[in-house]
């Protein structure tokens, strides 16, 4: 009962709790949601608040961005306002100027118009000037100033003379002195035979009965050799020798090498002429081909087409004056070398110039033309520089343009003029010498003239009344010049005017 009791009471008890319980809880829940709903309301003034506050900033911000940029737009318009007015003003200042220029313009206009008229005017006085003094003096202008120049001249004359003679005496000491070092430096270090090789057109024959065997019957045989060699054979009464008429060396050569072939052989008929011919040809061309590789290589040129070696080979058979163009082709090479080396010049322009520029003369007797211009056309042909090509030309002009053109005529001149290079017939010796004195002897107050050290100088003996000092200057020139035009002649010529008085008087 007690149990029962006690279990009531615990029932009620728990009911009494959760009755309490759920009062409290309503209690807290109606307290908290007031709590809630006063903070809310509470939050809800504060936002309105903070609303307001930021309306109103931004407001006064709104304001004063509207204020500055009303501000700054016064400004641009101050500032565009300030740029018109000076483009204003500019417009103003240059429509001054451009005024001021027209003026200006119209101004120099009327004063050229003015310079212009007073010109001719002053051309017609000075036109009227001259008409009186030809009128009074009785000579055109031409005639007038050729009087006053011959007057001027006629005054000054003696000291020119002696200013002429004074600076020609210091310029040829000091370039006597500079060329005879140089010149004699490069001579010495060429050393070459006074005797030279030259093209003979002589057979000789060990015995005369060997002229009929060469003849053969009915001429058979002579006839046969002239044919394939194309030279002419002479067969006189000299005794022991033939000889061989041709204008190409190089037939002569093979012609000669043939017929000293068939003579050592015996055997002289049409079949065998043929074979030592066709022999003699292809030695004649090695022959040609290695003097132009040594030839090449004695002076240290390299890289030359092998038909231009071939070409210079062939000068080996031409002579000149009796020098051998080939050995003469050396000289120059090495001369043109070594002047060059002492001048600062193109050492390997002047050296290949040197060996090349006679090189037309290995085909002049069969192109037309004269050998220096053939020898320029055939290094432009195998595509040898300008410079180069020149260098042919350039050893026959008066002045040539390069250097290496002048170095190169310098060094011809040396080998052609030098003791024992060259030789002549006595007959054109003795042409050369009369055609010299000729020259000097056809001009006006010449009263001898000789031709002495072989036609190396002309000596001009004038008649001392007509002719002064500054005369026998001008003679001596014209002699120089004339003898350039109209000879031919090797190396220089020397002009040596002399004008002396002599008095003679005896005693008895």
Do not use: C
């Not at 002696?162 to 000091?174: L, M, P, S, T, Y």
């Not at 042409?431 to 010449?446: I, K, S």
């Amino acid at each position: 009962m007690s149990s029962l009791i006690n279990a009531l009471l615990i029932v009620a008890a728990l009911a009494a709790g959760a009755g309490i319980g759920y009062w409290l809880r309503k209690v807290l829940t109606v307290r908290s949601k007031d709590a809630a709903e006063t903070q809310a309301a509470a939050i809800i003034v504060a936002a309105k608040n903070q609303e307001k506050d930021i309306l109103l900033q931004a407001k006064e911000k709104a304001l004063q961005v509207i204020e500055e940029a009303k501000q700054e737009e016064m400004n641009r318009r101050k500032e565009v306002q300030h740029l018109q007015e000076r483009l204003e003003k500019r417009e103003a200042v240059f429509d001054s100027k451009l005024l001021e220029l027209e003026a200006q313009k119209q101004k120099t206009e009327e004063e050229r118009v003015k310079f212009e008229a007073a010109r001719e005017e002053i051309k017609k006085v000075r036109e009227e000037q001259f008409q009186k003094l030809e009128k009074i003096a009785g000579l055109t202008r031409e005639e007038a100033q050729k009087v006053l120049f011959d007057n001027t001249e006629e005054k000054i004359k003696d000291e020119l003379v002696v200013r002429i003679r004074k600076q020609e005496e210091i310029a040829n000491q000091e370039l006597e002195r500079r060329a005879r070092v140089m010149i004699a430096t490069a001579m010495e270090r060429v050393a070459s035979s006074h005797v030279v090789e030259t093209t003979t057109t002589v057979v000789d024959l060990p015995n005369d009965e060997m002229k009929g065997r060469i003849i053969g019957k009915e001429g058979r045989n002579i006839k046969a050799i002239e044919m394939l060699t194309g030279v002419e054979i002479i067969v006189d009464e000299t005794p022991g020798t033939i000889v061989l008429s041709g204008f190409n060396p190089i037939r002569r050569q093979v012609a000669k090498k043939a017929l000293e072939s068939l003579i050592a052989d015996g055997r002289i008929h049409p079949g065998r002429i043929e074979e030592a011919i066709d022999k003699a040809k292809r030695e004649i061309t090695d022959d040609i081909r290695r003097a132009g590789e040594e030839a090449a290589y004695e002076v240290g040129v390299a890289g030359l087409d092998p038909k231009l070696i071939q070409l210079l080979g062939r000068l080996k058979f031409r002579t000149s004056y009796g020098q051998n163009v080939l050995q003469h082709s050396k000289e120059v090479s090495l001369l043109s070398k070594m002047l060059a080396e002492e001048l600062g010049a193109n050492v390997a322009l002047a050296t290949k110039g040197g060996l090349l520029h006679d090189i037309g003369k290995a085909v002049d007797h069969e192109i037309q033309g004269s050998h220096p211009e053939i020898g320029y056309d055939i290094m432009k042909k195998f595509g040898l520089p300008e410079e180069l090509a020149y260098l042919s030309i350039a050893h026959h002009e008066d002045s040539p343009k390069t250097l290496e053109g002048l170095i190169t005529k310098v060094a011809d001149a040396i080998s052609g003029a030098r003791p024992g290079a060259r030789k002549d017939t006595y007959e054109n010796y003795l042409q050369r010498l009369q055609e010299l004195e000729n020259v000097a002897t056809g001009f006006a107050g010449v009263d001898k003239a000789y031709a002495i050290q072989a036609g190396r100088e002309v000596r001009v003996f004038v008649q001392p009344e007509e002719i002064d000092d500054y005369q026998a200057i001008k003679l001596a020139r014209g002699i120089a010049d004339k003898i350039e035009q109209e000879l031919k002649y090797p190396g220089e010529i020397k002009v040596n005017v002399i004008r002396e008085t002599r008095v003679v008087e005896y005693a008895r």
